[in-house]
């Protein structure tokens, strides 16, 4: 099983960027697969889920509105399409999977340890 996340880079306040999560090796429709940022010296912290046999998605608040997880069928992917761009969205986004959906609570209910598989991440940066 593999994830690989790509579309990072920089970026200017109020921009948008578009992060890929392309995934191989497992049935698609039994996993769910989330985001993940960590921002130098802060603690890595969930951004979506997205549970892939119903597209269900979940949200920080932070991001919410700006963020919409989504699958792209076409490349077994899932994508962050980042909008709205602010300095505090800066850091390296992961994505993870596991099997199982996301929890109805997310965050809430689930945590990075309860991910197996993960990307080796991508940095975005944010300037004001």
């Known amino acids: 099983v593999q994830v690989a996340e790509s579309g990072g880079g920089l970026v200017e306040t109020g921009g948008s960027l578009r992060l890929s999560c392309e995934a191989s090796?497992?049935?698609?429709?039994?996993?769910?697969v989330a985001w993940f940022r960590q921002a130098s010296g802060t603690e890595r912290e969930g951004v979506g889920c997205?549970?892939?046999?119903?597209?269900?998605?979940y949200l920080i608040d932070a991001v919410k509105g700006r963020f919409p997880v989504s699958r792209d069928n076409t490349k077994n992917a899932v994508a962050l399409q980042m909008n709205s761009l602010k300095p505090e969205d800066t850091g390296v986004y992961y994505c993870?999977?596991?099997?199982?959906?996301?929890?109805?609570?997310?965050?809430?209910?689930?945590?990075?340890?309860?991910?197996?598989?993960w990307g080796r991440g991508t940095q975005v940066t944010v300037s004001s």
């Open positions: 993870a999977a596991r099997f199982g959906p996301c929890s109805f609570t997310w965050p809430i209910g689930d945590s990075a340890t309860d991910y197996n598989y």
């Open positions: 090796g497992f049935i698609v429709e039994g996993y769910s």
């Open positions: 997205i549970t892939l046999h119903d597209s269900r998605t």
